[in-house]
Nanobody, 121 residues
Framework: QLQAFGGGLVQAGGSLRLSCAAS????????MGWFRQAPGAEREFVAS????????YYADSVKGRFTISTDTVKNTMYLQMNSLIPEDTAVYHC????????????????WGQGTLVTVSS
């Protein structure tokens, strides 16, 4: 299972760190991802990383502002979000898939519940 937390209300320009705790299985050969869904919009890819670390990939909209990472000792994935803008407001979900990288949500088999991030202007 995956459980995401850490969302909240932040002013534009601020920072938040989301966490995704993994349990119940080994994710060593998995690709981990963050997706987000704004009100009235489709779910979109944010960032991904191999569970053992390295090999990160970001959506252009967050590149240079967000950093994805994993801590295999704590079985947790993180999304450090800096320089937040109102357009980052969304429910953020963590997800996992076996094998190669993908930006398509339908390729991810395991999902955590979402955590809401609200960025005020």
């Amino acid at each position: 299972q995956l459980q995401a937390f850490g969302g909240g209300l932040v002013q534009a320009g601020g920072s938040l760190r989301l966490s995704c705790a993994a349990s119940g299985r080994t994710f060593s050969n998995y690709r981990m991802g963050w997706f987000r869904q704004a009100p009235g919009a489709e779910r979109e890819f944010v960032a991904s990383i191999s569970w053992i670390g390295g090999s990160t990939y970001y959506a252009d909209s967050v590149k240079g502002r967000f950093t994805i990472s994993t801590d295999t000792v704590k079985n947790t994935m993180y999304l450090q979000m800096n320089s937040l803008i109102p357009e980052d407001t969304a429910v953020y979900h963590c997800a996992a898939k076996w094998g190669y990288n993908s930006t398509r949500s339908q390729d991810y088999a395991y999902w955590g519940q979402g955590t809401l991030v609200t960025v005020s202007s």
